[in-house]
């Protein structure tokens, strides 16, 4: 489905993610190869405490894949602590996501963040945006769950496009990522949102092999 859904993704404007975790643990460094070939940004769960409703990446992972050539890395830090887990992550990542329901002091986890990665966004699913205190973070963009963090199964929640809607209000890039599919691709490009993170659906079939 790669070339349907890319061309899709193209013709509305929406530029496309793939999530590694979608594949076997031994298909995903092709996978990431085969994305960023095709323009594609690769997403890589970090998955940990009370998110971990499935196995993410792990660091070492992480470590591979940055080191994949012309790869356009997004780290998506599902984590009880960011802090703790910055000082292992590797440096000259594209962007961090940092899963920000219920953190506090966002503004202190961003500039840390920035000395591994390019841009920082802030993903947000349970935590309404608030307009100052994104402008206070100094985040680069958002990421709108449309499933809860961590947990397989769940179809794309789309009465959540509002809250992309609101979020581009105040001006920043934003972002969908859970049940991305070729159906509700268009919907969600209408919302305002110009990234997308995919799983199954961007995958060649070989891949999850």
């Known amino acids: 489905m790669m070339p349907t859904l890319s061309a899709h993704a193209a013709a509305v404007g929406v530029t496309l993610a793939g999530s590694v975790i979608a594949v076997p643990l031994v298909r995903r460094t092709d ?3 085969s994305l960023a070939a095709a323009g594609h940004w690769v997403h890589a769960d970090r ?6 409703g499935q196995a993410g990446v792990s660091v ?3 470590h591979d894949l940055a080191g994949i050539p012309g790869i356009r890395l997004d780290v998506h830090l599902m984590v009880d602590d960011p802090s703790a887990e910055l000082p292992g992550l590797p440096g000259g990542i594209s962007r961090i996501s940092l899963q920000c329901d219920g953190l506090g002091d966002l503004a202190e986890l961003v500039h ?5 990665a390019d841009e920082v966004w802030l993903a947000v699913h349970h935590d309404a945006v608030d307009a100052s205190r994104l402008g206070q973070s100094g985040a680069d963009g958002v990421l709108v769950l449309l499933t809860p963090p961590g947990q397989p199964g769940h179809r794309a929640d789309l009465d959540r496009l509002s809250l992309v809607q609101a ?18 691709l268009a919907q969600i490009s ?8 995919v799983g199954r659906a961007i995958t060649p079939a070989s891949a999850n092999r």
Do not use: F, K, W
């Open 60 to 62: 070492e992972e992480v």
């Open 112 to 116: 840390r963040s920035r000395t591994h």
């Open 190 to 197: 209408a919302s305002g949102a110009r990234y997308a993170v």
């Open 31 to 33: 996978l990431a190869r």
């Open 167 to 184: 979020t581009c209000a105040h001006g920043l890039p934003v972002g969908v990522d859970g049940g991305v599919t070729h159906a509700n």
């Open 47 to 52: 998955i940990e405490g009370s998110y971990r």
